[in-house]
């Protein structure tokens, strides 16, 4: 049966399952025959056998009684001939296995030993197809929830892979492995801590792909995603595949018109320079790409605070460091940065570590700032000083003197700041007094590097310092703890703020209740004047009705005004009461004491008028002399908070000064450099405008006009050139002073010297290139001249 017609019965199978199961059983019949023949012996003709499989894994799910178990014949036959079948049915058998994983007929655990073990064909499309699938594969099945049991059954798996001591399929597990922790679909601790393992792996390249997975540069396992080993040496050289999945014309996000240039047109050599261009924009469109989808807001911890024993992964790798005499210096840096960080991050103890990496520290070392900020990232404060010491004197010795250039001086400061900042113990006064003096240097670099450590000491420990680098209001007493010194918090910070807290609920719940229960008294008080109001109105006579139903008509009037009246005054009282009451808030101690001295004061003044001055003195003057104590102590009070204003006002008023003194030199500073940009600038344009200037002076000088008409035309071309100097001119642009001046040798290049009884020693006799200058002083070109000499005595 053909392939076409296979298809048709393949979709009428799909929709009536019981109506074609006799066409489709003798399809069964037919690839079972094929199955058996290619079992003995795969052959060449493979077409038919692959066509029959692909109709059989689509319309396996409508016949799954008749075909139980239609993928274990596969996996058979691709593991005893995997190595013998042509590419394209070996394709087409793994794309049948992927289409009955996912739709349920074959699990992971059946298909993970094969897949892994097809990673060794030489074949990039198929390593792609099953690596992409397996990472779909455990996406797909943790999307809704976390399917622990499938997790920890793949793991399981790719542990082993991980020890297997074939590295392609090591190097595979470990890249299902970053993959899956990159997208975040496993981000656990087990996940980190099988790449870790990974480090213990015998091959160098998987090593590479295990450390650059702990400094966020897994680019391998992207790289494997996307396009399979790149280190595998393929002759087939995979093109874009062009279709219509960008507004661009291709799913990879270049144009088809791009895509066949670089492969069809120009010679050979253009044609490598497109294709690589070609790949440089897809790899960074795919990046691009994949950046965004793996971005999904979340925070999730760095890889190497989920090891759990990374004292011994330090140790083996500072293990593998020491005896890796065959590895290549890149992974020996990437060692390394990995095991520094892991040190800085654990605080671990490795005092071999220290010594290693002293013997690197030199400026012409390669990748020499690399290596010292590993050095810096392994310090931490439970170090023991004397383990850094001599990392530091070397540090010193090499970087910072006075014939190391400003690069390296400033890197080697930078350096030593980092140092200190994780274990300040390690510097000494006499040596950081001799690093500040560098904040002097000329080149700025050097002097920014150099206030930064001194401006570290000052919050540190500023007596370490010299007197003028110390600032002011330096705290002396303030010092660096010593080794092993422990401080325990006495209290939590930011207790206080739980206090003031429930202070205020304390205060808006007595305020409710106050509020509570003044509507309840208003609410009895209205029911009283209710009951009085019917009680007067049952007291008149039955003569006087109409009176009384008219006096009763004004009095009801005039009680409404009345109590309308009362809530207005009531109103009006809680209004003062409430502005009383934030006055007597807002008033201080001090005017508070100074009220009840007044009071007690007329109260003693009216018992003098009365005569009985002697009893009322007794009782009052123990409470008046209580007063003027604490009138006393309220005045002291307000004193020292004076004093402490005056203070900040004095330092406010001196920071001012500092700020108008720093923003009118940076003022100058920048009209300076304004100024110098400027004259740079010109000089520059002048400096490219000089040939053609000499070229005008050569062509005047050759030209000799014959006629009145070639007269004219030179006269109108030194016009012209006239012109062009007056411009130049009023730009600042000279010519310097030629035959005749003196010789000065800042302005003029003597290239011949003769002797001359008529002009004085160094006077310029002949000029043979003009000189330029901008400005006064600031020389574009020198005046190539010859110059006068005394003539000899003979």
């Keep these: 049966m053909s392939r076409c017609d296979l298809l048709t019965l393949q979709g009428r199978a799909k929709r009536d399952p019981e109506g074609y199961r006799d066409d489709v059983l003798m399809q069964l019949q ?77 699990t992971a655990a059946e298909l993970l030993p094969l897949f892994f073990k097809l990673f060794r064909c030489q074949d990039k499309q198929l390593r792609v ?19 622990d049991s ?63 997975f702990f400094l966020g540069q897994d680019e391998a396992a992207e790289a494997a995603a996307e396009a399979g080993d790149d280190s595998d040496d393929d002759d087939d050289v995979d093109k874009p595949k062009t279709g219509v999945g960008t507004a661009a014309g291709t799913s990879s996000g270049v144009s088809k018109e791009d895509v066949y240039k670089a492969y069809n047109k120009g010679v050979s050599r253009t044609k490598a320079k497109k294709q690589a261009k070609l790949k440089r924009q897809m790899a960074s469109i795919r990046k691009a790409t994949r950046r965004e989808d793996g971005n999904n807001g979340e925070a999730r911890f760095a890889a190497m605070q989920l090891v759990n024993d990374p004292q011994s992964f330090a140790e083996h790798l500072f293990g593998r460091l020491q005896n890796g005499s065959a590895l290549k210096f890149d992974t020996k840096m990437l060692l390394i940065q990995v095991l520094s960080r892991v040190v800085g991050l654990h605080r671990l103890h490795l005092l071999h570590l220290y010594p290693f990496l002293q013997r690197y520290v030199q400026p012409n070392q390669r990748e020499v700032t690399r290596l010292l900020a590993s050095a810096a990232t392994a310090c931490h404060e439970l170090v023991p000083p004397d383990a850094l010491e001599p990392l530091l004197r070397q540090l010193v010795n090499q970087f910072v003197h006075d014939r190391a250039r400003p690069e390296v001086v400033a890197v080697g400061i930078n350096t030593v700041r980092e140092i200190c900042v994780r274990c300040p113990l390690v510097m000494h006064s006499d040596l950081l007094q001799d690093l500040a003096q560098y904040k002097r240097a000329r080149d700025k670099p050097v002097a920014t590097a150099a206030r930064a450590l001194i401006a570290l000491f000052r919050e540190l420990a500023p007596g370490m310092l010299e ?28 207790a206080e703020l739980l206090q003031k807290d429930a202070a205020k609920r304390r205060r808006l ?131 020292a908070a004076n004093v402490g204003l005056k203070d900040q006002a004095d330092t406010l008023k001196d920071q001012y000064l500092r700020l108008n003194a720093d923003f009118d030199n940076f003022k100058k500073r920048t009209l300076k450099e304004k100024e110098q940009l400027s004259q740079t600038a010109k000089s520059k344009f002048f400096e490219a405008l000089l040939p053609a200037l000499d070229n005008f002076d050569l062509a005047q000088a050759n030209l000799k006009p014959e006629d009145e008409e070639a007269q004219k035309v030179v006269s109108q071309y030194q016009g012209l050139v006239d012109g062009l100097m007056t411009i130049l001119t009023s730009q600042g642009l000279s010519t310097v002073d030629g035959v005749g001046a003196p010789f000065d040798p800042n302005f003029h290049e003597a290239i011949m010297r003769e002797e001359s009884a008529d002009a004085a020693e160094d006077t310029i006799l002949e000029e043979f290139r003009k000189g330029y200058k901008l400005g006064e002083n600031t020389l574009i070109r020198p005046a190539m001249v010859k110059v006068s000499a005394a003539p000899s005595s003979e």
């Design 150 to 212: 499938m997790n920890r059954q793949v793991q399981n798996f790719l542990a082993a892979a991980l020890k297997d001591e074939n590295e392609t399929a090591a190097k595979k597990a470990l890249a299902v492995i970053t993959e899956l922790y990159r997208r975040n679909i496993w981000s656990d601790a087990r996940t980190v801590n099988l790449v870790a393992d990974a480090c213990r792996h015998k091959s160098p390249k998987i090593l590479v792909a295990a450390l650059k």
């Design 467 to 494: 007197k003028k680098d110390r600032g002011k209001g330096a705290d002396l007493e303030k010092t660096v703890a010593a080794f092993g010194e422990f401080k325990a918090d006495d209290r939590v910070a930011g």
């Design 509 to 639: 719940e007595r305020a409710a209740a106050e509020e509570a229960a003044g509507a309840a008294a208003e609410e009895a008080g209205e029911e009283e004047s209710d009951e009085d109001a019917e009680d007067d109105a049952s007291l008149g006579s039955d003569d006087d009705a109409e009176d009384v139903s008219d006096s009763d008509g004004g009095e009801l009037l005039s009680d409404d005004e009345d109590d309308d009246d009362d809530e207005d005054e009531e109103d009006g009282d809680d209004v003062e009461d409430e502005e009383e009451e934030e006055e007597e808030e807002v008033e201080e101690p001090a005017a508070v004491e100074a009220s009840k001295c007044n009071e007690l004061l007329s109260k003693l003044q009216e018992a003098v008028e009365a005569g009985n001055a002697a009893d009322v003195l007794a009782d009052v003057l123990p409470e008046l002399t209580s007063e003027v104590s604490g009138i006393e102590s309220a005045f002291g009070d307000i004193q």
């Design 30 to 106: 037919h690839y079972n025959a094929l199955h058996g023949l290619f079992m003995l012996k795969p052959g060449k003709d493979f077409r038919e056998f692959a066509d029959l499989v692909g109709f059989l894994a689509q319309v396996a799910a409508s016949y799954k009684t008749d075909i139980p178990a239609f993928h274990v014949g596969l996996i058979e036959l691709l593991e005893k001939h995997y190595a013998l079948l042509d590419p394209h049915l070996r394709r087409s058998l793994v794309s049948a296995l992927i289409l009955l994983r996912n739709r349920g007929s074959a």
């Design 129 to 147: 197809m099953i690596f992409r699938h397996i990472v779909a594969d455990v996406k797909g099945a943790n999307k809704v929830k976390r399917n």
